[in-house]
C-alpha cells in the first residue's frame, strides 16, 4: 500500500451517489501514487459496496461511532448526523498521510499538493468552517494517522458532552484547537437556503477553487432539477460537475442500480451490470479491505471531461443581477424642505 490515500466516509446508503462521484473525480484529477480508501459502516448495504469496490482501491468495513450529544444535532438542525464520529478511524488508517473529504464534496482540480504539506502525528490541516471561521468545517481534512491521537479520539467519542455540535466537527475542534489553517479554495462551503454566499469573493476567486463542498441538509443527488434545489445561484456550476460526473458514469441500469442501493433497498447486482463480483464477503473483521475489481467500460475512460480548472460561468442573468447599472442607480434622496432651498446670494466671511 502506498502512503498516501486519499479517504472518504459512507454510514449510510443514501450517500452512495456522493462517494461514488467523489471517487471517480479523485481518480481522475489525481497523478499522485496514492490509495483511494471509503470507510463504510455495517449498516451499508452489500449493493453499495460492490459499487464502490469499482472506483475505490480499499472499502474498509468500520463500526458505527454513535454521538453521545444528540441534543447539539438537533441545534445544528441536523439530527440526521447521528453517526459522523465514525470518521474517527480516519486516524486508524495504515497511511502516513490522508487526505479526507466528505461524500458531498466535489473536486474540480487536483488535490494532490496536499499530500505534500508537512505533517507531525496529531496535526490536522483544515480550511475555515463559513458559519463560524474560528472553527474548521470537517468536511475536508489533511491528517496523520497515529495510534495515541486515535486513542484519544474513540475516548473522547464515547464521552457525553464531547461533541458542541453533536457531530465530528464538534469533537475534532475540541481535540485539535491548533488546527493549521488550509486555504478556503480547499473547501468552498455552500448551504442551500443560505442567505449569504459573499459572490464578490468566489467570483474573484473562481480559478483558485479546488473543492466544493454542499453542505447541509440538501444534497445535489437528492435533485437533478438545479432550480427546485435551493443553492445560490453560484452553485449551479458546481451542481452541473456533480451531474457531469454523474451522468459519464452511471447511466441506464447502471444509473438506476446506484439509486435503488442507495434507497437502500439491497438487491445482488443483475449479472452483466459488474464484471466481476466482489466474492470476498465481508466477515467480522472489521478492518477488512475488498480489493479493487474493474469493469469493461473502465478501461477506456468515456468522460468527456478535461481535469483542470472548471470554468466558472456565471449564468447572464446573475451577472446582471450584479452590474452597477447607471439607470438603477437612485437619485440621492432629498428631503421635503429641499425642493424650495433657495440658492444662497450674499456670504458672510465667517460661513467661508
Ligand atoms: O447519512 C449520512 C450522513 C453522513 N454521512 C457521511 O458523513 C459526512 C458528513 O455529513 P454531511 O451531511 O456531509 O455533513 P455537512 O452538511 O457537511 O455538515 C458539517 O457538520 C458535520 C457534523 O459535524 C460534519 O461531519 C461535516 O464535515 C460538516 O461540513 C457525509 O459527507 C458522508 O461522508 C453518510 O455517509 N451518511
Ligand atoms: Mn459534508
Given at each position: ?11 449510510s446508503?443514501s450517500?452512495?451517489?456522493?462517494a461514488?462521484?467523489l ?5 481522475l484529477?489525481?497523478?499522485a501514487?496514492?490509495?483511494?480508501v471509503v ?5 451499508v ?5 460492490q459499487?464502490l ?9 468500520v463500526p458505527?461511532?454513535?454521538s453521545?450529544d444528540i ?6 438542525g ?6 459522523t464520529l ?5 486516524w ?6 490522508v ?7 466535489v473536486?474540480v482540480?487536483s ?6 504539506e508537512?505533517l507531525?502525528p ?5 480550511a475555515?468552517d ?5 472553527y474548521f468545517n470537517?468536511g475536508?481534512?489533511v ?8 486513542d484519544?479520539l ?6 457525553e ?6 457531530g465530528?466537527?464538534g469533537?475534532?475542534?475540541t481535540?485539535f484547537?491548533?488546527w493549521?489553517?488550509?486555504?478556503f ?5 455552500q ?19 479546488r473543492?466544493f463542498?454542499f453542505?447541509?441538509?440538501?444534497k445535489?443527488w437528492e ?17 452541473a460537475?456533480?451531474?457531469d460526473?454523474f451522468d ?8 438506476a ?11 445482488e ?7 466481476t463480483?466482489?466474492?470476498?464477503t465481508?466477515g467480522?473483521?472489521w478492518?477488512l479491505?475488498l480489493?479493487?475489481?474493474?469493469n469493461?467500460?473502465d478501461?477506456?475512460e468515456?468522460s ?5 480548472v472548471?470554468?466558472l460561468?456565471?449564468p ?8 452597477v ?16 432651498k433657495?440658492p444662497?446670494t450674499?456670504y458672510?466671511?465667517e460661513d467661508?
Amino acid at each position: 500500500m502506498s502512503a498516501n490515500a486519499y479517504a472518504t466516509l459512507l454510514t449510510s446508503d443514501s450517500y452512495l451517489p456522493g462517494a461514488l462521484v467523489l471517487g471517480r473525480r479523485l481518480a481522475l484529477l489525481s497523478s499522485a501514487p496514492c490509495s483511494l480508501v471509503v470507510l463504510v459502516s455495517d449498516n451499508v448495504s452489500k449493493s453499495s459496496r460492490q459499487l464502490l469496490a469499482e472506483v475505490y482501491d480499499s472499502v474498509v468495513l468500520v463500526p458505527r461511532i454513535i454521538s453521545k450529544d444528540i441534543p447539539n444535532l438537533h441545534l445544528l438542525g441536523r439530527p440526521d448526523l447521528e453517526d459522523t464520529l465514525t470518521k474517527c478511524h480516519l486516524w486508524n488508517l495504515p497511511f502516513s498521510k490522508v487526505v479526507y473529504l466528505d461524500a458531498d464534496v466535489v473536486p474540480v482540480q487536483s488535490l494532490d499538493l496536499l499530500f505534500e504539506e508537512e505533517l507531525g502525528p496529531g496535526d490536522v490541516l483544515a480550511a475555515p468552517d463559513s458559519g463560524w471561521p474560528d472553527y474548521f468545517n470537517s468536511g475536508v481534512l489533511v491528517l496523520k494517522p497515529h495510534a495515541a491521537t486515535y486513542d484519544e479520539l474513540i475516548n473522547e467519542a464515547a464521552k457525553e458532552g464531547s461533541s458542541f455540535d453533536g457531530g465530528d466537527q464538534g469533537l475534532f475542534n475540541t481535540v485539535f484547537p491548533d488546527w493549521n489553517r488550509l486555504s478556503f479554495c480547499y473547501n468552498v462551503t455552500q448551504q442551500a437556503s443560505s442567505q449569504y454566499e459573499y459572490l464578490p469573493a468566489l467570483l474573484a476567486n473562481a480559478s483558485k477553487v479546488r473543492a466544493f463542498h454542499f453542505i447541509g441538509s440538501q444534497k445535489p443527488w437528492e435533485s437533478r432539477a438545479f432550480e427546485t434545489c435551493g443553492y445560490p445561484d453560484s452553485s449551479r456550476p458546481f451542481y452541473a460537475a456533480w451531474w457531469d460526473t454523474f451522468d459519464t458514469h452511471y447511466f441506464g441500469e447502471r444509473a438506476a442500480a446506484v439509486f435503488t442501493a442507495s434507497s437502500g433497498v439491497d438487491t445482488e447486482l443483475p449479472e452483466g451490470l459488474l464484471t466481476t463480483t466482489v466474492d470476498k464477503t465481508l466477515g467480522e473483521a472489521w478492518n477488512l479491505s475488498l480489493d479493487k475489481h474493474v469493469n469493461e467500460w473502465d478501461r477506456e475512460e468515456t468522460s468527456g471531461y478535461t481535469p483542470g480548472v472548471l470554468e466558472l460561468n456565471p449564468p447572464k442573468e446573475l451577472v446582471e443581477a450584479y452590474e452597477v447599472n447607471d439607470d438603477k442607480v437612485e437619485p440621492e434622496k432629498q428631503f421635503p424642505w429641499d425642493a424650495h432651498k433657495v440658492p444662497a446670494t450674499r456670504y458672510f466671511p465667517e460661513d467661508r
